[in-house]
């Protein structure tokens, strides 16, 4: 009798495991992360394109307009993104995202204090925020990224994602250590200081511009459909947009472009005569974005709400605004692999 009772409980639980493990717990975007990354879009944009761009060219009253405006785009991205991380949060260390015990108390550990620090920090006046608690941010964001990522790999998802969670891995560590080298050789001088800071800023460059390409090879199109050749021409549209937008921003600011495009996405590595050539891999990355988007399969659309949000905040964005944004992108990443990981 007690052989039968036991053995329908591990039929039970099998069938409880089974019912887990295809749970579209992890297919479905968070809600408001669309928002986050619409809001972060338009927050680049305006606050880190057309202002700096156009300081010397637009009005006071447009100016203040923008201003304005970029400001409520910057705040409703963090609370968007603070919403969307909580459920991306909750999900990955509840027991059915299959993760380690030690992994989802890590993960709690670092997210469940940093969602209210950054909340505090958008609430409070910017004059009331001091270096020490942006770096503390800095450190537990790019702890929790780090603890994403091995979440994300632990189900052993698609090469692809698999590729684009390391290289992620990679250009946040590299950022990382790139500040904390350059602070240590402001400080003690050190001779060296610069180069390697140098090499780690433009490896880790490198690695967050690989991202587009490997999610690219995730999204498989079907261009004989009517849905795959709208997103292929909207992709193409976007990445027309994109180059001509570079173009515009070479015309306008003439050699500032280096300091726009740095200022932007904190991208560097290129000599100061070749910048326009970033418009290639970035409008590889939004062409992938929107054709992501567009696909009818969940996982596929979770990848572009999170190279959207990745593109938008940049390579190694420092301030609290846009490093939780990164961190809800990796977040998706990390969802996308148990996901996919999951389905039979």
């Not at 447009?62 to 304005?68: K, N, Q």
């Amino acid at each position: 009798m007690s052989e039968g009772i036991d053995s329908s409980l591990a039929s039970m639980a099998a069938a409880t495991t089974m019912e887990d493990a295809r749970s579209p717990l992890f297919e479905a975007i968070p809600p408001l992360a669309w928002l986050a990354g619409a809001a972060a879009v338009v927050d680049l944009l305006l606050n880190r394109v057309l202002i700096p761009l156009g300081s010397d060219l637009w009005s006071s009253g447009a100016l203040a307009r923008l201003h304005g405006g970029g400001s409520f785009a910057r705040n409703l991205s963090v609370v968007s993104a603070l919403v969307a991380l909580s459920f991306c949060l909750g999900s990955l260390c509840s027991k059915s995202s299959g993760l380690p015990f030690s992994a989802r108390a890590g993960i709690a550990s670092f997210g469940w204090v940093l969602v209210p620090v950054v909340a505090m920090m958008t609430l409070l006046p910017r004059g009331l925020t001091r270096v020490e608690l942006v770096l503390a941010v800095a450190g537990l964001a790019h702890a929790l990224i780090l603890l994403l990522i091995l979440a994300g790999v632990h189900w052993r998802p698609t090469r692809p994602v698999a590729v684009a969670l390391a290289l992620t891995l990679v250009a946040s560590f590299s950022g990382i250590v790139s500040l904390i080298l350059n602070v240590t050789g402001e400080r003690t001088y050190w001779e060296h200081a610069e180069r390697l800071a140098n090499a780690f800023q433009w490896s880790g460059e490198l690695a967050y511009l690989g991202v587009p390409f490997a999610i690219g090879l995730a999204v498989a199109i079907p261009w004989r459909e009517p849905r795959g050749k709208v997103a292929l021409l909207s992709s193409a549209v976007v990445a027309g947009l994109v180059a001509a937008g570079m173009a515009v921003c070479k015309h306008s600011a003439g050699q500032d472009l280096p300091n726009l495009l740095y200022g932007a996405v904190r991208l560097d590595f290129l000599p100061d005569d070749s910048f326009i050539l970033y418009a290639i891999p970035l409008g590889i990355g939004w062409a992938v974005t929107v054709s992501a988007m567009l696909s009818k399969d969940p996982v596929r659309r979770q990848m572009g709400a999170a190279l959207m949000l990745l593109l938008s905040a940049g390579y190694a964005p420092r301030s609290p605004s846009t490093l939780i944004v990164t961190v809800l992108g990796v977040a998706l990443l990390a969802r996308v692999g148990i996901a996919q990981a999951r389905r039979p």
